[in-house]
DNA sequence: TTCTAAATTAGAATAAAATTCTTTAAATAC
DNA sequence: GTATTTAAAGAATTTTATTCTAATTTAGAA
């Protein structure tokens, strides 16, 4: 695996904050001519040191504006069960985030609805027909102090 | 405000996803030719519906594959406490997410660290001279199982 | 140090995309 | 039904991405 220098850092870094700089603006923050750009860039690309180009939306516009973490523990901690959790929570929208987690629980989700009575109903209707779920804790996110993806 | 419709919805959708394609690519999808769509696009722009374009980076090439939660809660409950909470936090690069939520805890964060080490380290010198922290509590993630962001 | 080879860069040339503009069509109001 | 507004298509233009070649730098060996 290729290693990647100052100049390579400082490109991630900025694409991380805003990836639409033309290559000339790149070029001139480094202080390189494009084409060395461009060629670190695709580089970096192809070595999958950058995963994707992607657009953040506004939450609040879209009317998912109330985010909640969702604390879930099991049924049971059999295979099958886990299997059926993961299938079952990749389909449903408003979980944007999912980690398997150490603790109390099992799995720490991140839910995005659009107010109380949305989630109320996500948690009834959506999470109450996951079998595979044996209880749920749910922790409101009242301001969002920090985000570097947001 | 103006309003959105399903073709901007889409646009949406899709660029949320992948902020690559180019407006000709797009149009093909949406079944518009490349002017309206570009329009769209400049107007969801200056609507806020789109913040902003970023990159995703591969934490574990980076040295950041390693993600804890960390619950806070703060020695007091006053406001000079919190707002000094948040201005430590806000410099502290591992701290890449964090809400102020209900519960026991005050704060949820979302670390990001190369390894157990790199976030005792963390634990110990950062959080460790954050004097409005009174107690702090870890939630190791063994896997990611979605993240729409991701 | 000096030579050689490999890697990196700069700058020009080309291709592709974004962006603008004008015309046409569609939808809405009157 | 006509007028008016809005949105779309397609062509023209500008800008950017991408490629190519030559020059420079760097690293290693003699």
Redesign the pocket.
Known sequence: MEQIDD?DLQLLNILHDNSKY???EL?KMV??????V???I?RLENNGYIKKYIALLDAEKLNRGFIVFCNIKLKQHDRNIGNQFVSDIMKIEEVVECYNISGDYDFLMKVSAKDMKHYQDFVFNKLGSVESIGSTQSTFVMSEIKNMYG
């Open positions: 100049i033309t290559v000339k070029a202080n390189l001519s494009p084409s060395p461009f060629e670190r695709k």
